[in-house]
Protein backbone atom coordinates (compact mmCIF):
# COMPACT_ATOMS: atom_id res chain seq x y z
CA UNK A 1 0.00 0.00 0.00
CA UNK A 2 1.28 3.52 -1.12
CA UNK A 3 1.82 6.08 1.44
CA UNK A 4 0.91 6.65 5.33
CA UNK A 5 4.05 5.21 7.18
CA UNK A 6 4.66 8.62 8.12
CA UNK A 7 2.30 7.90 11.31
CA UNK A 8 5.05 6.52 13.55
CA UNK A 9 6.39 10.18 13.65
CA UNK A 10 3.19 11.15 15.55
CA UNK A 11 3.96 12.07 19.04
CA UNK A 12 0.15 13.53 19.51
CA UNK A 13 0.57 17.28 20.20
CA UNK A 14 -3.08 18.28 18.51
CA UNK A 15 -1.85 20.68 15.88
CA UNK A 16 -3.93 19.04 13.25
CA UNK A 17 -6.66 18.94 15.12
CA UNK A 18 -6.72 22.49 16.27
CA UNK A 19 -7.19 23.99 12.15
CA UNK A 20 -9.23 21.03 11.41
CA UNK A 21 -12.38 22.54 9.59
CA UNK A 22 -14.87 19.06 9.98
CA UNK A 23 -13.39 18.63 13.52
CA UNK A 24 -14.62 22.20 13.99
CA UNK A 25 -18.15 21.27 12.96
CA UNK A 26 -17.88 17.67 13.85
CA UNK A 27 -15.91 17.55 16.91
CA UNK A 28 -15.79 13.19 17.26
CA UNK A 29 -13.70 13.43 14.00
CA UNK A 30 -10.17 14.08 15.09
CA UNK A 31 -6.91 13.32 12.63
CA UNK A 32 -4.92 12.77 16.25
CA UNK A 33 -7.13 10.37 16.90
CA UNK A 34 -6.95 8.54 13.68
CA UNK A 35 -3.47 8.28 13.33
CA UNK A 36 -3.08 6.73 17.20
CA UNK A 37 -5.60 4.65 16.37
CA UNK A 38 -3.88 3.70 12.71
CA UNK A 39 -0.64 2.93 15.36
CA UNK A 40 -2.69 0.58 17.62
CA UNK A 41 -4.09 -0.81 14.51
CA UNK A 42 -7.71 -0.56 15.32
CA UNK A 43 -8.58 -1.60 11.74
CA UNK A 44 -12.25 -2.30 12.18
CA UNK A 45 -13.18 1.09 13.62
CA UNK A 46 -10.74 2.81 10.93
CA UNK A 47 -11.76 1.00 7.70
CA UNK A 48 -14.93 -0.59 8.65
CA UNK A 49 -18.47 0.16 7.06
CA UNK A 50 -19.22 3.12 9.52
CA UNK A 51 -15.64 4.64 9.46
CA UNK A 52 -15.33 8.40 10.24
CA UNK A 53 -13.08 8.78 7.77
CA UNK A 54 -15.04 9.95 4.74
CA UNK A 55 -15.23 13.02 6.58
CA UNK A 56 -12.04 14.65 5.90
CA UNK A 57 -12.97 17.62 3.61
CA UNK A 58 -9.26 17.05 2.06
CA UNK A 59 -8.28 20.46 2.86
CA UNK A 60 -3.98 19.90 3.96
CA UNK A 61 -4.41 22.00 7.20
CA UNK A 62 -3.49 18.77 9.12
CA UNK A 63 -0.76 18.48 6.95
CA UNK A 64 0.28 22.15 6.82
CA UNK A 65 0.39 22.28 10.74
CA UNK A 66 1.97 18.94 11.72
CA UNK A 67 5.40 19.96 13.33
CA UNK A 68 6.39 16.00 12.51
CA UNK A 69 6.14 15.61 8.82
CA UNK A 70 2.76 12.87 9.55
CA UNK A 71 0.82 14.03 6.47
CA UNK A 72 -2.17 12.68 8.39
CA UNK A 73 -4.31 13.43 5.46
CA UNK A 74 -2.23 11.22 3.58
CA UNK A 75 -2.38 8.65 5.99
CA UNK A 76 -6.35 8.67 6.10
CA UNK A 77 -6.35 8.63 2.55
CA UNK A 78 -4.26 5.03 2.71
CA UNK A 79 -6.77 4.26 4.70
CA UNK A 80 -9.73 4.51 2.03
CA UNK A 81 -7.38 2.41 -0.04
CA UNK A 82 -7.36 -0.30 2.30
CA UNK A 83 -10.80 0.30 3.13
CA UNK A 84 -11.32 0.00 -0.69
CA UNK A 85 -9.43 -3.65 -0.61
CA UNK A 86 -11.28 -4.41 1.97
CA UNK A 87 -15.05 -3.17 0.20
CA UNK A 88 -16.41 -0.97 2.89
CA UNK A 89 -15.42 2.27 0.95
CA UNK A 90 -17.65 4.71 -0.46
CA UNK A 91 -19.30 2.41 -3.45
CA UNK A 92 -19.11 6.26 -5.31
CA UNK A 93 -15.60 5.51 -5.78
CA UNK A 94 -16.11 2.60 -7.75
CA UNK A 95 -18.73 4.71 -10.03
CA UNK A 96 -15.73 7.72 -10.64
CA UNK A 97 -12.83 4.82 -11.59
CA UNK A 98 -15.24 3.03 -14.15
CA UNK A 99 -16.42 6.12 -15.48
CA UNK A 100 -13.03 7.36 -16.07
CA UNK A 101 -12.22 3.95 -17.70
CA UNK A 102 -15.21 3.94 -20.04
CA UNK A 103 -15.41 7.55 -20.61
CA UNK A 104 -11.96 9.12 -19.81
CA UNK A 105 -13.52 12.00 -17.89
CA UNK A 106 -15.53 11.70 -14.32
CA UNK A 107 -18.09 14.37 -15.82
CA UNK A 108 -20.75 13.22 -17.65
CA UNK A 109 -20.96 15.37 -20.78
CA UNK A 110 -24.85 16.43 -21.45
CA UNK A 111 -27.07 18.13 -24.15
CA UNK A 112 -27.60 21.17 -21.98
CA UNK A 113 -23.78 21.92 -21.78
CA UNK A 114 -22.70 21.26 -25.33
CA UNK A 115 -25.73 23.36 -26.01
CA UNK A 116 -23.80 26.55 -23.84
CA UNK A 117 -20.62 24.83 -25.40
CA UNK A 118 -22.02 26.18 -28.95
CA UNK A 119 -23.64 29.53 -27.14
CA UNK A 120 -20.00 30.31 -25.65
CA UNK A 121 -18.36 29.94 -29.40
CA UNK A 122 -16.34 27.13 -27.95
CA UNK A 123 -15.63 24.07 -29.96
CA UNK A 124 -16.89 20.70 -29.08
CA UNK A 125 -15.47 18.50 -26.09
CA UNK A 126 -13.50 15.60 -27.45
CA UNK A 127 -11.39 13.31 -25.53
CA UNK A 128 -8.71 10.59 -27.21
CA UNK A 129 -7.40 8.45 -24.80
CA UNK A 130 -10.18 5.90 -23.72
CA UNK A 131 -7.94 2.90 -24.74
CA UNK A 132 -4.62 4.19 -22.85
CA UNK A 133 -6.33 4.77 -19.62
CA UNK A 134 -8.75 1.78 -20.06
CA UNK A 135 -5.61 -0.47 -19.73
CA UNK A 136 -3.78 1.26 -16.98
CA UNK A 137 -7.08 1.29 -15.05
CA UNK A 138 -6.98 -2.58 -15.75
CA UNK A 139 -3.65 -2.86 -14.33
CA UNK A 140 -3.16 -5.35 -11.76
CA UNK A 141 -1.01 -3.54 -9.71
CA UNK A 142 -0.93 -2.90 -5.63
CA UNK B 1 -14.71 19.42 -15.43
CA UNK B 2 -14.70 22.86 -16.13
CA UNK B 3 -15.60 22.20 -19.95
CA UNK B 4 -17.99 19.67 -19.53
CA UNK B 5 -19.61 21.61 -16.64
CA UNK B 6 -18.95 24.91 -16.27
CA UNK B 7 -18.01 25.88 -20.00
CA UNK B 8 -18.43 29.78 -19.08
CA UNK B 9 -14.75 29.17 -17.23
CA UNK B 10 -12.94 27.92 -20.11
CA UNK B 11 -13.86 30.55 -22.50
CA UNK B 12 -13.51 33.16 -19.39
CA UNK B 13 -9.70 31.40 -19.46
CA UNK B 14 -9.76 31.60 -23.61
CA UNK B 15 -10.55 35.42 -23.74
CA UNK B 16 -8.09 36.52 -21.30
CA UNK B 17 -5.02 34.30 -23.25
CA UNK B 18 -5.69 36.10 -25.95
CA UNK B 19 -5.93 39.36 -24.78
CA UNK B 20 -2.11 38.71 -22.69
CA UNK B 21 -1.13 36.78 -26.21
CA UNK B 22 -0.22 33.70 -24.48
CA UNK B 23 -0.85 30.84 -26.61
CA UNK B 24 -2.82 27.68 -25.13
CA UNK B 25 -1.97 24.14 -26.80
CA UNK B 26 -4.69 21.84 -26.34
CA UNK B 27 -4.39 18.27 -26.47
CA UNK B 28 -7.43 15.94 -27.06
CA UNK B 29 -4.97 13.03 -25.65
CA UNK B 30 -5.55 14.12 -21.59
CA UNK B 31 -7.77 12.77 -19.65
CA UNK B 32 -9.10 13.83 -16.52
CA UNK B 33 -6.07 14.56 -14.25
CA UNK B 34 -7.99 12.21 -12.69
CA UNK B 35 -9.81 13.57 -9.19
CA UNK B 36 -7.38 14.02 -6.22
CA UNK B 37 -10.35 13.39 -3.76
CA UNK B 38 -12.60 10.16 -4.68
CA UNK B 39 -10.20 8.53 -7.37
CA UNK B 40 -7.28 8.98 -5.02
CA UNK B 41 -8.90 7.50 -2.02
CA UNK B 42 -9.92 4.68 -3.80
CA UNK B 43 -6.54 3.31 -5.68
CA UNK B 44 -3.88 5.86 -4.83
CA UNK B 45 -0.73 3.84 -7.31
CA UNK B 46 -3.66 4.68 -10.42
CA UNK B 47 -4.56 7.92 -9.98
CA UNK B 48 -0.63 8.27 -9.93
CA UNK B 49 -0.16 5.95 -13.27
CA UNK B 50 -3.22 8.54 -14.96
CA UNK B 51 -1.69 11.60 -13.91
CA UNK B 52 1.67 10.53 -15.13
CA UNK B 53 0.20 9.89 -18.46
CA UNK B 54 -1.09 13.26 -18.37
CA UNK B 55 1.93 15.38 -17.19
CA UNK B 56 4.27 12.53 -20.20
CA UNK B 57 1.56 14.10 -22.70
CA UNK B 58 3.11 17.47 -22.07
CA UNK B 59 6.96 16.56 -21.94
CA UNK B 60 6.74 14.93 -25.14
CA UNK B 61 5.61 18.47 -27.00
CA UNK B 62 8.06 19.99 -24.02
CA UNK B 63 5.35 22.43 -22.82
CA UNK B 64 4.88 23.22 -18.90
CA UNK B 65 1.36 22.72 -18.07
CA UNK B 66 -1.18 25.35 -16.61
CA UNK B 67 -4.15 24.37 -15.03
CA UNK B 68 -7.51 26.40 -14.50
CA UNK B 69 -8.79 23.82 -11.76
CA UNK B 70 -8.03 23.65 -7.95
CA UNK B 71 -8.67 19.82 -8.30
CA UNK B 72 -6.35 19.28 -10.99
CA UNK B 73 -3.94 21.70 -9.26
CA UNK B 74 -3.57 19.26 -6.65
CA UNK B 75 -3.63 16.05 -8.71
CA UNK B 76 -0.86 16.71 -11.26
CA UNK B 77 1.38 19.32 -9.05
CA UNK B 78 1.12 16.59 -6.39
CA UNK B 79 2.09 13.34 -8.60
CA UNK B 80 4.96 15.71 -10.43
CA UNK B 81 6.44 17.03 -7.42
CA UNK B 82 6.56 13.21 -5.87
CA UNK B 83 7.71 11.20 -9.13
CA UNK B 84 10.20 14.04 -9.36
CA UNK B 85 11.79 13.20 -5.72
CA UNK B 86 11.38 9.74 -5.06
CA UNK B 87 12.92 7.52 -8.10
CA UNK B 88 11.70 4.22 -6.69
CA UNK B 89 7.61 5.61 -6.89
CA UNK B 90 8.90 7.02 -10.80
CA UNK B 91 9.77 2.96 -11.34
CA UNK B 92 6.88 1.77 -10.12
CA UNK B 93 4.87 4.14 -12.28
CA UNK B 94 6.58 3.87 -15.32
CA UNK B 95 6.98 0.16 -14.94
CA UNK B 96 2.97 0.80 -15.44
CA UNK B 97 3.10 3.19 -18.05
CA UNK B 98 5.42 1.03 -20.09
CA UNK B 99 1.99 -0.91 -20.79
CA UNK B 100 0.92 2.21 -22.88
CA UNK B 101 4.47 2.75 -24.34
CA UNK B 102 5.07 6.29 -22.54
CA UNK B 103 7.29 7.31 -19.68
CA UNK B 104 7.21 9.92 -16.96
CA UNK B 105 10.74 11.86 -17.40
CA UNK B 106 9.92 14.60 -15.18
CA UNK B 107 10.83 17.44 -17.13
CA UNK B 108 8.14 19.60 -16.83
CA UNK B 109 6.37 21.98 -14.43
CA UNK B 110 2.57 22.45 -13.62
CA UNK B 111 0.98 25.20 -12.53
CA UNK B 112 -2.16 27.05 -11.64
CA UNK B 113 -2.68 29.69 -14.18
CA UNK B 114 -2.91 32.50 -11.44
CA UNK B 115 0.34 31.13 -10.45
CA UNK B 116 2.07 30.88 -13.81
CA UNK B 117 0.29 34.45 -14.53
CA UNK B 118 1.94 36.40 -11.13
CA UNK B 119 5.14 34.43 -12.13
CA UNK B 120 5.76 34.71 -15.97
CA UNK B 121 3.88 37.71 -16.52
CA UNK B 122 3.52 39.72 -13.35
CA UNK B 123 0.76 41.87 -11.80
CA UNK B 124 1.61 44.73 -13.35
CA UNK B 125 1.38 43.78 -17.31
CA UNK B 126 -1.96 41.84 -15.84
CA UNK B 127 -3.47 45.36 -14.93
CA UNK B 128 -1.69 46.87 -17.53
CA UNK B 129 -4.20 44.94 -20.17
CA UNK B 130 -7.34 46.14 -18.27
CA UNK B 131 -9.69 48.39 -20.18
CA UNK B 132 -12.67 48.43 -18.21
CA UNK B 133 -11.21 48.68 -14.64
CA UNK B 134 -13.99 47.37 -12.42
CA UNK B 135 -13.66 50.35 -9.98
CA UNK B 136 -16.16 50.59 -6.80
CA UNK B 137 -16.49 46.46 -7.47
CA UNK B 138 -16.11 44.72 -3.58
CA UNK B 139 -14.85 41.20 -4.36
CA UNK B 140 -14.83 39.03 -1.35
CA UNK B 141 -12.44 36.16 -1.82
CA UNK B 142 -11.93 32.98 -1.47
CA UNK B 143 -8.84 30.98 -1.80
CA UNK B 144 -10.16 27.32 -1.78
CA UNK B 145 -7.48 24.42 -0.43
CA UNK B 146 -5.84 22.75 -3.55
CA UNK B 147 -4.02 26.29 -4.66
CA UNK B 148 -2.00 26.73 -1.59
CA UNK B 149 -1.67 23.62 0.44
CA UNK B 150 0.36 21.45 1.13
CA UNK B 151 2.89 23.99 0.53
CA UNK B 152 5.92 22.24 0.30
CA UNK B 153 4.28 20.61 -3.02
CA UNK B 154 2.70 23.87 -4.19
CA UNK B 155 5.43 26.39 -3.49
CA UNK B 156 3.01 29.66 -4.32
CA UNK B 157 2.98 31.16 -1.04
CA UNK B 158 2.38 31.03 3.01
CA UNK B 159 -0.64 29.34 2.98
CA UNK B 160 -1.68 31.12 6.39
CA UNK B 161 -1.46 34.36 4.96
CA UNK B 162 -1.31 34.46 0.58
CA UNK B 163 -2.22 37.60 -1.38
CA UNK B 164 -1.97 36.36 -4.73
CA UNK B 165 -5.69 35.94 -5.17
CA UNK B 166 -5.72 39.23 -3.70
CA UNK B 167 -3.25 41.18 -6.12
CA UNK B 168 -5.15 39.66 -9.19
CA UNK B 169 -8.75 41.41 -8.03
CA UNK B 170 -6.66 44.64 -7.66
CA UNK B 171 -5.16 44.14 -11.28
CA UNK B 172 -8.80 44.44 -12.48
CA UNK B 173 -9.55 47.40 -10.70
CA UNK B 174 -12.28 45.78 -8.34
CA UNK B 175 -11.57 45.45 -4.21
CA UNK B 176 -10.44 42.60 -3.19
CA UNK B 177 -12.08 41.81 0.50
CA UNK B 178 -10.25 39.64 3.19
CA UNK B 179 -13.52 38.58 4.93
CA UNK B 180 -12.98 36.76 8.23
CA UNK B 181 -13.05 33.18 6.66
CA UNK B 182 -11.33 33.59 3.83
CA UNK B 183 -9.08 30.25 3.84
CA UNK B 184 -12.13 28.10 4.68
CA UNK B 185 -12.60 24.97 2.87
CA UNK B 186 -15.66 24.84 0.89
CA UNK B 187 -16.78 21.22 2.17
CA UNK B 188 -17.87 19.68 -0.97
CA UNK B 189 -15.31 16.40 -0.27
CA UNK B 190 -16.94 15.74 3.33
CA UNK B 191 -19.20 13.07 3.11
CA UNK B 192 -21.85 13.96 5.28
CA UNK B 193 -24.15 17.03 3.52
CA UNK B 194 -24.31 18.90 7.14
CA UNK B 195 -20.58 19.07 7.23
CA UNK B 196 -20.57 20.82 3.88
CA UNK B 197 -23.68 23.11 4.40
CA UNK B 198 -22.11 24.31 7.63
CA UNK B 199 -18.48 24.68 6.00
CA UNK B 200 -20.45 26.96 3.27
CA UNK B 201 -22.50 28.37 6.10
CA UNK B 202 -19.41 29.66 7.59
CA UNK B 203 -17.85 31.20 4.75
CA UNK B 204 -21.67 33.42 3.01
CA UNK B 205 -21.85 34.37 6.34
CA UNK B 206 -18.63 35.79 6.62
CA UNK B 207 -19.07 37.41 2.75
CA UNK B 208 -22.30 38.99 3.82
CA UNK B 209 -20.62 40.78 6.77
CA UNK B 210 -18.17 41.76 4.39
CA UNK B 211 -20.43 43.61 2.25
CA UNK B 212 -18.81 42.37 -0.74
CA UNK B 213 -20.14 42.30 -3.95
CA UNK B 214 -19.58 38.90 -4.99
CA UNK B 215 -17.57 36.23 -3.92
CA UNK B 216 -14.45 35.45 -6.48
CA UNK B 217 -12.50 32.37 -6.68
CA UNK B 218 -10.75 30.31 -9.02
CA UNK B 219 -11.88 26.10 -8.10
CA UNK B 220 -14.78 25.26 -10.13
CA UNK B 221 -15.81 23.09 -6.66
CA UNK B 222 -15.61 25.63 -4.78
CA UNK B 223 -18.22 26.84 -7.14
CA UNK B 224 -20.31 24.39 -7.22
CA UNK B 225 -20.81 24.45 -3.19
CA UNK B 226 -21.34 28.30 -3.48
CA UNK B 227 -23.05 28.84 -6.41
CA UNK B 228 -25.52 25.78 -6.99
CA UNK B 229 -25.37 25.19 -3.17
CA UNK B 230 -26.06 28.60 -1.92
CA UNK B 231 -30.06 27.71 -2.29
CA UNK B 232 -29.26 24.58 0.19
CA UNK B 233 -28.12 26.66 2.57
CA UNK B 234 -30.29 28.97 2.69
CA UNK B 235 -32.85 26.29 3.14
CA UNK B 236 -30.90 24.51 5.51
CA UNK B 237 -29.84 27.75 7.96
CA UNK B 238 -33.84 30.10 7.09
CA UNK B 239 -31.13 32.72 5.92
CA UNK B 240 -31.66 34.10 2.30
CA UNK B 241 -28.34 34.32 0.93
CA UNK B 242 -27.04 36.31 -2.12
CA UNK B 243 -24.25 36.27 -3.18
CA UNK B 244 -23.20 36.18 -6.65
CA UNK B 245 -20.36 34.12 -7.15
CA UNK B 246 -17.49 34.90 -10.18
CA UNK B 247 -14.52 32.43 -11.34
CA UNK B 248 -11.42 34.88 -11.60
CA UNK B 249 -11.24 34.59 -14.89
CA UNK B 250 -14.45 35.55 -15.86
CA UNK B 251 -13.90 39.31 -13.91
CA UNK B 252 -10.59 39.64 -15.76
CA UNK B 253 -12.04 39.00 -19.37
CA UNK B 254 -14.70 41.46 -17.84
CA UNK B 255 -12.26 44.01 -17.16
CA UNK B 256 -10.57 43.15 -20.35
CA UNK B 257 -13.38 44.15 -22.41
CA UNK B 258 -15.56 40.43 -22.48
CA UNK B 259 -19.21 41.25 -22.14
CA UNK B 260 -20.42 39.76 -19.08
CA UNK B 261 -22.65 37.37 -21.36
CA UNK B 262 -19.70 36.63 -23.66
CA UNK B 263 -17.94 34.55 -20.36
CA UNK B 264 -21.81 32.89 -19.64
CA UNK B 265 -22.80 35.29 -16.25
CA UNK B 266 -25.93 34.38 -16.93
CA UNK B 267 -25.81 30.75 -16.29
CA UNK B 268 -24.89 31.73 -12.94
CA UNK B 269 -27.92 30.45 -10.63
CA UNK B 270 -27.35 33.83 -7.88
CA UNK B 271 -26.65 36.93 -9.64
CA UNK B 272 -27.47 40.47 -8.13
CA UNK B 273 -28.45 43.86 -9.95
CA UNK B 274 -25.78 45.02 -8.49
CA UNK B 275 -23.32 43.37 -9.25
CA UNK B 276 -24.41 43.36 -12.93
CA UNK B 277 -24.29 46.99 -13.03
CA UNK B 278 -20.62 46.86 -11.37
CA UNK B 279 -20.03 44.28 -14.15
CA UNK B 280 -21.68 47.24 -16.94
CA UNK B 281 -24.29 45.15 -17.74
CA UNK B 282 -28.06 45.96 -18.23
CA UNK B 283 -29.65 44.44 -15.02
CA UNK B 284 -32.22 41.89 -15.18
CA UNK B 285 -35.65 43.05 -14.73
Not at chain 2, 65 to 83: F, K, Q, Y
Not at chain 2, 206 to 221: H, Q, Y
Request: proline share 5%; with cysteine.
Amino acid sequence: MLGGFSHNYCYQCGACVADCPTHRFMPGFSPRTIIIKSLYGMEEELIGPDSLIWNCTNCYNCDERCPQEVHPIEVIITLKNMARQKGTHLTFIDKIIERVGERGVTVLQTEMISKRRRELGLDEYKVDCIEDVTKLINQKTV
Amino acid sequence: MIPLKYPQMERAVRYVMEKLDIELVDDPRYSCCPDPIYFKAGDRLTWMTLAARNISLAEEKGLDIITVCSGCTATLCEVNHELKSDNELREKVNGNLKEIGRQFKGSVKVRHLVTMLRDEVGVEKIAASVTHPLEGLRVAIHYGCHLLKPSAVMKVEDPLQPVILGQLIAATGATPVEHHEYLMCCGKACDTADLTLNMSYAVFDSVERSEADCLGLICPTCFDSFDVGQLRVSRQFAHEFRIPVIYYFQLLAIAQGASPEEVGIPYHKIMSDTLLEKLGAVPVA
